[in-house]
């Protein structure tokens, strides 16, 4: 009997639901204090998770709830990136 792979789950911070992480994108803030948008999902810093969806996105953007989550300002540019992703 193969045993299942077992699947990283990880909480969206807009939604605050579960997915699987491949259908999120991970934002990090690096040590030294840049906000970056993580493609690898392994960049060193604090790391938020948001569902790959323009409404949750836009939603992020709107609130500021990634800037609570990662405690630092986060550029336009940065929503921008994430918007293109999708």
């Known amino acids: 009997m193969m045993k299942q792979k077992k699947i990283p789950m990880r909480m969206c911070a807009v939604t605050r639901e579960k997915y699987?992480?491949?259908d999120l994108i991970r934002i990090v803030r690096t040590p030294e204090g840049n906000?970056?948008?993580d493609v690898t999902g392994k960049a060193?810093?604090?790391g938020v998770y948001v569902k790959?969806?323009?409404d949750v996105i836009l939603k992020a953007q709107k609130t500021k709830i990634l800037e609570k989550q990662l405690e630092v300002s986060i550029d336009d540019?940065?929503?921008e990136t994430?918007?293109?992703m999708i």
Do not use: A, E
């Open 35 to 37: 906000v970056i948008v």
């Open 52 to 54: 790959k969806d323009l």
């Open 82 to 84: 994430l918007k293109q």
């Open 44 to 46: 060193n810093g604090r």
């Open 77 to 79: 540019s940065v929503y």
């Open 20 to 22: 699987p992480k491949r």
